[in-house]
């Protein structure tokens, strides 16, 4: 329970923890980020850490000069890339072993190629748009493991999402995060940054069963 209540108050208020952690450890913040955006992309069982907002308040504590914004974007953007490559990884190894294909009742063959198919056409959107997609962005990469998406080409599209997400939320923070009126309202935005998104896939998602 104490370790729940820490990771709702850290991501409730990330800029508070990393700016007292900073002050405390210094250059050890930039370990820290890259293990939590490592963390949230390349391990399936952890999507609910704050991705989105950390970048935002990294950019505005660059910003504000506690930390480099060149080193803080190279380690993020290594992390990030290397998270969902892991995460395809893992789905493409265990993928195979947890169904033991046709052998297995989980499971379905035809499933997994319309899942192939599917990642084959339209797996790049899906990889870029699912790095600004709390939750998405942790199953995306795995399930393209899973569906065997060839790897030269969510490699691209693992780069190319890679840098937008990183270096386009961290430059936001660091030229915005100056602002007196983002500073006031941090913690909502913070708020936005974390329910808007996810609201958008609860939507997307209500509508296409509604369809089907």
Same mark, same amino acid.
């Given at each position: 329970m104490e370790l729940l209540t820490f990771l709702i108050d850290f991501i409730l208020h990330v800029d508070v923890h990393l700016q007292n952690f900073v002050t405390a450890y210094g250059a050890w913040v930039y370990a820290l980020l890259f293990v939590v955006i490592f963390v949230e992309t390349g391990v399936v069982v952890m999507p609910f850490l704050p991705g989105d907002s950390l970048l935002f308040v990294v950019g505005a504590l660059c910003g504000?000069?506690?930390?480099?914004?060149? !080193? +803080?974007?190279?380690?993020?953007?290594?992390?990030?890339?290397?998270?969902?490559?892991?995460?395809?990884?893992?789905?493409?190894?265990?993928?195979?072993k947890v169904f033991q294909w046709e052998q297995s009742r989980f499971f379905n063959k035809a499933a997994f190629d319309k899942a192939h198919a599917f990642y084959e056409t339209y797996g790049g959107f899906t990889i870029i748009a699912a790095r600004f997609m709390p939750f998405l962005r942790t199953f995306v990469p795995f399930v393209g493991? !899973? +569906?065997?998406?060839n790897r030269a080409k969510f490699t691209l599209f693992n780069v190319i999402g890679a840098c937008l997400w990183v270096v386009g939320i961290c430059t936001a923070g660091y030229f915005l995060g100056s602002f007196p009126w983002v500073k006031a309202n941090l913690d909502k935005i913070i708020w936005a940054m974390i329910l808007v998104p996810g609201?958008?896939?609860?939507v997307g998602a209500w509508r296409g069963r509604a369809k089907a």
């Open positions: 504000a000069g506690l930390m480099s914004y060149p !080193v +803080a974007v190279g380690l993020l953007l290594l992390a990030a890339v290397l998270g969902d490559q892991c995460n395809y990884s893992i789905g493409r190894y265990f993928g195979p493991g !899973v +569906a065997h998406m609201l958008i896939v609860l």
